[in-house]
């Protein structure tokens, strides 16, 4: 005590001296901002492309991965889901896109810690003019992921732990009604005043599936035009502009089953392979692995490694 007393100024300064300590700490927490001291290290776990179909070896599949990922030491703190939860062609019906949720929900209660969905290419309803159902239903397009995955939304924000975390719906549409990626004006605006609230300190990664940036056309095709309109979000650069302008440190990707990191300036681009291996037909998908990315945040910086799981291919039913 005699310690203490000894380092604090005269006792009629120490009220005023103890008021500028707090405003000194709030300002450095302005905006919710943690000192980079002060954010606890912390682990989270980004899996995408589970391609889930309604069979007994892919449910399997699915839950041995949740069993390997719950296992993690240290424990994740929270997961993301990073699209096409769900394998499309076992949704074609109201229906059945029913089910396929069920039993996605059904399984992902598995997880020992919070769950967060980012929607997939795979995970939206498309109801034909032939199919004989309402296609103005609300659950058609990406109504079912809102109403039972996305809280009303496709696109969301949170903070955790010093860090925000921002989902985006990376899904256009052709004008024959295709998909593509894309970021529409909505959810740009909305993205910069997300961002704008969250300020040019705070650490932030983003998560979609279709990426913003991969060499993988380089790498697997024979020549170097522009990627196909359902392979990169068509206007990333307008997107990379915005996130460029704050304290965007990691974007992690989905949609093309590889694994891979691209760093330009400040920020990592990863693409976080396929816990489905190859859609529940084989371990790997061009030679990559079934796994997922596990991030290990420490302050503002973080590291990362792609685990697999065991799981092996058994006698399909």
Not at 70 to 94: A, C, M, Q, S, W
């Amino acid at each position: 005590m005699k310690v203490f007393e000894k380092n604090l100024p005269q006792r009629k300064y120490r009220i005023p001296y103890i008021l500028i300590l707090i405003i000194l700490w709030f300002g450095a927490c302005k905006e919710g901002v943690l000192p980079e001291k002060d954010i606890e290290d912390f682990r989270f776990v980004f899996a995408t492309d589970i391609h889930l179909i309604p069979q007994k070896h892919a449910i399997d599949g699915f839950n041995q991965a949740i069993a390997a990922i719950n296992g993690l030491k240290p424990e994740p703190h929270f997961v993301i889901l990073g699209g096409d939860l769900v394998e499309n062609r076992y949704t074609r019906t109201l229906d059945n896109a029913e089910k396929m949720f069920n039993l996605y929900q059904k399984i992902t209660m598995k997880f020992s810690m919070p769950v967060h969905n980012v929607i997939g290419n795979n995970d939206v309803i498309r109801i034909f003019d032939d199919s004989g159902e309402d296609s103005s239903h609300p659950d058609n397009d990406k109504g079912l992921f809102k109403r039972r995955l996305g809280n009303g939304a496709t696109y969301r924000s949170f903070d955790y732990n010093g860090w925000h975390y921002v989902l985006l719906d990376s899904l256009g549409k052709t004008e024959n009604g295709a998909y593509r990626g894309y970021i529409d004006d909505d959810q740009l605006n909305w993205l910069k005043n997300d961002l704008e609230k969250t300020g040019t300190e705070r650490p932030v990664c983003v998560a979609l599936h279709i990426p913003l940036v991969t060499s993988y056309i380089q790498i697997e095709s024979d020549n170097m035009s522009a990627p196909p309109r359902y392979l990169v979000v068509n206007n990333g650069t307008k997107v990379i502009k915005l996130l460029s302008e704050y304290n965007v440190r990691l974007i992690l990707q989905g949609h093309l089953h590889i694994v891979e990191e691209i760093k330009y300036k400040k920020t990592s681009y990863i693409t976080g392979g396929i816990l489905s291996g190859a859609k529940w037909e084989a371990s790997s998908w061009l030679g990559h692995p079934n796994g997922y990315v596990v991030v290990d945040v420490r302050g503002h910086e973080f590291s990362w490694e792609y685990q697999s799981y065991k799981w092996t291919l058994p006698e399909k039913e």
